[in-house]
Structures are given as structure tokens and as C-alpha cells.
């Protein structure tokens, strides 16, 4: 019996008359990274959304820590312990990289009253501005480790779209959680932001985190899991370890389709 | 003579600054586009009229106003979890028609097209503010306090939580936030300083009547958002002066006063039209919504 931190069980969704996931089953082991791959249109992408709560599930079950998240929102999931990442940037484009990650610490900035009275009635060494200071050199030393620090105070709408990428995984990262999942995290960026983005992912395997990510490129995917996934028209057609896949003749006939 | 046109312009400046400021914090903070701040600005107006026609103390009207406004614009966010952009602008429109007829309509309350004549000049313990001077002092303290209200609102945590609900709010949920509660506060809190304006416009003019909260009227004020910049308060107070003066500085180029209202019109419309031209972020904004 695997130690599964997600479970998904005969999850469906039509669009319209489109059968985007078909009885999907799958499960993803604690503290490992798992890869979901599959031609375009496979639909990958829908089964994050489905298990985000960003699209609304037909039918099954998506179990994080055996309780079951498929009809809950977004918001619910989040605090539950899903961080994601996006295919297109979903950066906060108007808010610096500080604010974009600042805001993804707690919910503290959720509680009005306390937000606007602030350190107002509180001494300067508060433990609310002690909090925020921590949270400041959290943020630096993460800025620091992707050697982004310059760009702190800028807004994140001129960034380039790498370093967008690695705020976004960045954001996902501080945002509480016990399952990351990524979509298409290196798609477009440059082989050496790829190299890092690689080197990120297995340290923070390395730290015990469990990852989910979807990507297209191969080599990137079958270095960097434990294991692999592969979808077909909605549906799971084989999982296995990185060698087994690559030799897969249900696998290359499906990319070649 | 000169004097009491000026002081008179000065509390006109600060009505549409407690307008134009409120309305930056649900247009341009949380990015609902609201085009109901108008009804809020007439529910304050009655609310603290009809009250302060029944002898209630001018505090205790202001107050109300204000909360009767917060309330609806309670009310007014409800919709907003489902409704979003464009469509939530007319929603929001839709809503400003309802309080339009309903003063107009309701006669044994409102007086419908009458209005209210008659509405008693703030005095506060004692203290009355029948001059325009003793107003203008009055007005511009309560404007001094909205500002900072709003820019403390604006600089807080959860004023960076409106502004990531405006840039994306799916990106919010994702980071576990309740979007929703944080547009229905936004929006709440920018109803309750527009029922404020109403209130203190009420009780400087004397006189309401529901002509002065129709739709129109929301015309110069998300004209003064957008002029100044979105999420901008100095931006906003800027354009606030400027599109208030520049219309009035027609009188004195010999217009004849029927074309004074249309020619208003025209003159928003053509800064605006510049602005958004040249200067898609406004005066002073660093916002660009996509």
C-alpha cells in the first residue's frame, strides 16, 4: 500500500459533449514528485483544475488525506494544503514580487480590523511586526536563493516571463501547503532557468515536499520524477517508474498520434 | 462676495473628494467596477435628511447615512461572487435605478420630485455651522479623516489583499483567500464614506431632491477616478480639483449658463477621452488593468 497524499478516484468531466476526463484514477505518494504527461488535449491541465476546485467536478472522488475535496472552492482547498502554479502567469501584475509574496504567507490580511488598527495600539516590537519582519527575510533569502533579490520592489506585470515563472513557483511555495502542483513549470523558459527550476524541485524532494507537476518536456519530466503518469483522452493509460515510461510502446504511440 | 463663491467652491471640492476617494477604494482597489455609488451618496442624503427633519442630532444623522449606505453596499455585493466585470457593472447600475425610483417614487416619504426643503445646517453639541465658513471647516476635516482612513485601508494587508483580488482574483482563491468578503468590505466601506458625502451635502444645500443622485450624476466622479488614476488617492484629489475648477472657470469666459451643463459634459468626456489616450494610467496611477 503506497502512502498517498492525493487520491483520485473515477474522476469525470464533460464539456459540453466533450469528455475532457474520463474515469481518471490515480494516486500521488507522499514525498515524491509525480509526473503527469500526455499529448495536448489529454486533459492534464482539467484534472488540476479539478482537483484546485477551479472547475467544478461531474463525478468521483478527489481525496487529499483521505477527506474527500471534490465540491469544495478554491479558496477551501487552498487552505486545506493545495498550493498550485499555473500554465499562464497568474502573477498579481500591479503588486511588487515582495507583495505578490507577501500575500501568500496566511490569511492575516483577511481580518479587516486588525489589518487598518495595525501596530496603531501596539509598540513598535510587536509581535505582529515581528511576524512581518520574519516574513520579510523569508522572502529575501527565497529572492536570494533564485538570485532575484533586485527585483523585489518591482512590479511583477515587467517582469519576463521566466522570472515570472519563478516568482509564481515562489508564491506556491510560501502559500502553506502539502502538495505542490505545478503546471508546465519550465515551458518557454531558458535551459539554464530550466536547469535551476530542476535543481529547485529536487532540493525541495529533497526537504520531503510532494510535488505534482505536468510538463511537456520529456527530458525535464523523466530526470526530475519518481514517477510518471500518462494520460490519453482522459484517461490514465499507463504509470511507472521514469525508465519503464520511456520504453512504453502504449506511450510513444500515443505522442506520435 | 468673491470670498463666499470661493468658500462655496471648497465645499463642493470636498464633497466629490469624499465621493471620489470612496469610489477609488471599490473601483481601483478591489477593481468592482461600481457604478452605484451614486445611490449611496442619495441614500446618505435622505437617510440624514428625513432624520434630521424628525430632530435628530446632526452626529447621529451622519452617522446613519453612512450605515444605511454601508448596508446596501452590503447588499450591493452580494452578487459579486458570481457576477463579475461588465456585467457587474450593470448589475451595479441597475441598482443605482432602484434608489433613483424609489425617491422618486415613494412620495410619502421622499416627497418624490418635491424633494426636501428645509433640512437643518449640522450643529454638533450645541455648536451650530450656519455659515458657510464654520461648514467648510467642518467638511474639511471629515475629508482629511476619509483620506487618511482610506489611504491607511489602502497601505494595510488587507488593502494589498483588494488589490490582488482586483489583479487576479483566481490567483487569490488559490492562495486560500475569500475573495468575496474582501470585495463585499471594500465595497461596504466605500458606501459608507459616499452616504457621508450625501449627508454632508444634504445638510450644506438644505434642500435635496432625487435629480441630484441620478445615474448621471456618477458621470464626474468615475470621471475623477480614472482622470487621477486607479488606486491613487493623491491622483485622485488632483483630478478632483482640477475637473471641479475647470467647468467653473466657464463662467467667467461668458458662457451662457444653458450651455454651461452640456458643455461640463463635454469637457469630462474630452479629458477623459485625452486620458485615456496618452495617459491610460491617469495622473498619478501605477495601475493598468487588463
Redesign the interface.
Known amino acids: 500500500m503506497k502512502n498517498d497524499i492525493l487520491k483520485i478516484e473515477n474522476l469525470k468531466k464533460h464539456f459540453g459533449g466533450v469528455l475532457a476526463v474520463d474515469d481518471c484514477s490515480f494516486g500521488v505518494e507522499r514525498g515524491t514528485i509525480t509526473a503527469l504527461i500526455g499529448p495536448n488535449g489529454s486533459g492534464k491541465t482539467t484534472v488540476f483544475n479539478l482537483i484546485?476546485g477551479?472547475t467544478k467536478v461531474d463525478s468521483g472522488k478527489i481525496l487529499l488525506n483521505d477527506l474527500n475535496i471534490a465540491h469544495l472552492?478554491?479558496?477551501?482547498i487552498?487552505?486545506l494544503g493545495i498550493?498550485?502554479v499555473?500554465q499562464q502567469s497568474?502573477?498579481?501584475?500591479?503588486?511588487t514580487v515582495e507583495?505578490?509574496l507577501?500575500?501568500?504567507f496566511d490569511?492575516?490580511?483577511?481580518?479587516?480590523w486588525a489589518?487598518?488598527l495595525?501596530d496603531w495600539w501596539r509598540k513598535p516590537a510587536s509581535a505582529k511586526d515581528t511576524a512581518r519582519q520574519s516574513k520579510k527575510q523569508i522572502i529575501d533569502e527565497y529572492l536570494e536563493s533564485m538570485h532575484i533579490t533586485h527585483m523585489r520592489d518591482k512590479?511583477t506585470?515587467d517582469l519576463s516571463f521566466g522570472q515570472k515563472r519563478l516568482v509564481e513557483i515562489l508564491?506556491a511555495l510560501i502559500?502553506p501547503h502539502n502538495l505542490l502542483m505545478l503546471d508546465e513549470p519550465v515551458a518557454g523558459v531558458t535551459p539554464e532557468l530550466r536547469d535551476k527550476i530542476k535543481k529547485v524541485l529536487l532540493e525541495l524532494k529533497a526537504k520531503g515536499e510532494t510535488i505534482l507537476l505536468i510538463e511537456h518536456d520529456m527530458n525535464f519530466t523523466l530526470k526530475v520524477a519518481d514517477w510518471v503518469i500518462v494520460m490519453d483522452a482522459g484517461q490514465v493509460i499507463v504509470e511507472g517508474i521514469p525508465d519503464e515510461i520511456r520504453h512504453n510502446p502504449k506511450v510513444l504511440e500515443a505522442y506520435l498520434d | 462676495m468673491a470670498s463666499a463663491y470661493i468658500i462655496h467652491l471648497l465645499i463642493l471640492i470636498c464633497i466629490y473628494l469624499i465621493l471620489s476617494l470612496s469610489l477609488n477604494l471599490s473601483v481601483g482597489y478591489s477593481g468592482v467596477l461600481n457604478l452605484g455609488h451614486i445611490a449611496f451618496y442619495g441614500l446618505g442624503a435622505y437617510t440624514s435628511a428625513l432624520m434630521a427633519l424628525a430632530g435628530v442630532p446632526f452626529l447621529l444623522c451622519l452617522l446613519a447615512g453612512g450605515l444605511v449606505a454601508m448596508f446596501s453596499g452590503f447588499l450591493l455585493a452580494l452578487p459579486t461572487d458570481k457576477i463579475k466585470g461588465d456585467y457587474l457593472a450593470l448589475v451595479t447600475v441597475g441598482f443605482s435605478f432602484i434608489i433613483y425610483s424609489l425617491m422618486l417614487n415613494l412620495d410619502e416619504v421622499t416627497r418624490g420630485p418635491l424633494g426636501l426643503p428645509g433640512i437643518p445646517r449640522p450643529s454638533i453639541f450645541g455648536f451650530g455651522f450656519e455659515d458657510n465658513f464654520s461648514f467648510l471647516i467642518l467638511i474639511a476635516v471629515i475629508t482629511l479623516a476619509v483620506y487618511f482612513i482610506i489611504q491607511?485601508?489602502a497601505d494595510?494587508?488587507?488593502?494589498?489583499?483588494l488589490?490582488?483580488v482586483?489583479?487576479?482574483e483566481?490567483?487569490?482563491?488559490?492562495?486560500?483567500?475569500?475573495?468575496f468578503?474582501?470585495k463585499a468590505?471594500s465595497l461596504a466601506i466605500s458606501a459608507f464614506f459616499a452616504g457621508i458625502a450625501g449627508a454632508l451635502y444634504a445638510s450644506y444645500i438644505t434642500f435635496i431632491d432625487p435629480s441630484s443622485f441620478s445615474l448621471m450624476q456618477i458621470i464626474p466622479i468615475i470621471s475623477i477616478v480614472i482622470i487621477g488614476g486607479l488606486?491613487s488617492l493623491p491622483g485622485t484629489v488632483l483630478a478632483t480639483i482640477i475637473l471641479t475648477l475647470i467647468p467653473e472657470a466657464l463662467r467667467f469666459v461668458g458662457f451662457p449658463s444653458s450651455i454651461l451643463g452640456p458643455m461640463r459634459q463635454i469637457i469630462y468626456a474630452l479629458i477623459l477621452l485625452l486620458i485615456l489616450i496618452y495617459r491610460p494610467r491617469g495622473f498619478l496611477g501605477?495601475?493598468?488593468l487588463?
Open positions: 484546485s477551479v472552492q478554491p479558496s477551501v487552498s487552505n498550493s498550485r499555473f497568474r502573477l498579481f501584475g500591479n503588486l507583495e505578490n507577501m500575500l501568500a490569511n492575516e490580511d483577511q481580518k479587516f489589518s487598518f495595525g512590479q506585470r508564491r502559500n | 491607511r485601508i494595510s494587508p488587507f488593502g494589498k489583499l488589490e490582488a482586483r489583479d487576479d483566481l490567483a487569490a482563491k488559490i492562495l486560500g483567500k475569500d475573495t468578503k474582501a468590505f488606486a501605477k495601475v493598468e487588463e
